[in-house]
């Protein structure tokens, strides 16, 4: 069992561009979750993906949107991106679309924006 | 919305002794809680949870919390400490969303 996997680990982007990152649940998972860890702090829940849908959203602007494909696996995207958009950004799988189920989670990514 | 807070930044043991990490949460309604413990360069791996009944919950590598209405706090504690138990510990609570606390820095003096 691989367990959630994340790509790319680290990723250099510009002021304004836009960036794709990508996460593939654990076996038997069908929900995925995003949140984004600043350095020194806490995860912060960005929105959660069930059934190819959007299903819980966080305090996070239009820039950020997601995906999930049929195989549960999901994308973030984040546009314009701002030097604030810089820090780790983890995954998390679970099971029936519910917060309240133990999630597991990826090791992140980690983005710079210069 | 619900809020978590953990006091302590930063809190240094040595190893053998005792552990206790404060959380306190704020949420109207009867939360779901959770510890998560980091390791530098790591995801987060849950330590224990609470949704319901005892509120003495035990989790894994040795780890119990106890959840306390009446002080609004599910504080997480360990006997003795190993020195591998050094990392960064997060409280969360799950209402609207997941709210995590900032988080505590463990560090296990030999």
């Known amino acids: 069992d691989a367990g959630v996997t994340q790509s790319p680990t680290h990723l250099i982007k510009t002021r304004g561009q836009q960036v794709t990152l990508r996460c593939s649940p654990k076996?038997?998972?069908?929900?995925v979750s995003w949140y984004q860890q600043a350095l020194g702090q806490g995860p912060q829940f960005i929105f959660q993906?069930?059934?190819?849908?959007?299903?819980q959203r966080g305090n996070f602007p239009d820039r950020f949107s997601g995906h999930q494909f049929p195989n549960y696996s999901s994308e973030l995207n984040v546009n314009a991106l701002l030097l604030g958009d810089s820090a780790l950004y983890l995954c998390?799988?679970?099971?029936?679309?519910?917060?309240?189920?133990?999630?597991?989670f990826g090791q992140g990514t980690r983005l710079t924006v210069v | 919305a619900q809020s978590v807070t953990q006091p302590d930044i930063h809190i240094t043991v040595s190893e053998g002794a005792s552990l206790e990490l404060r959380c306190n949460y704020s949420?109207?309604?009867?939360?779901?809680l959770f510890w998560y413990v980091q390791s530098p360069g790591q995801g987060l791996q849950l330590l224990l949870k609470?949704?319901?009944?005892?509120?003495l919950v035990q989790g894994i590598k040795g780890f119990e919390a106890e959840f306390k209405r009446s002080q609004s706090s599910f504080n997480l504690r360990k006997p003795s400490v190993h020195w591998s138990a050094a990392a960064e510990y997060f409280c969360?609570?799950?209402?609207?969303?997941?709210?995590f606390g900032a988080g505590t820095r463990l560090t296990v003096k030999p």
């Open positions: 998390a799988s679970s099971r029936g679309g519910s917060l309240n189920t133990e999630a597991f």
């Open positions: 609470y949704f319901s009944g005892d509120t």
């Open positions: 076996s038997g998972h069908d929900t």
């Open positions: 993906y069930y059934e190819e849908e959007e299903r």
């Open positions: 949420y109207g309604a009867t939360p779901y």
């Open positions: 969360a609570v799950e209402g609207n969303d997941m709210r």
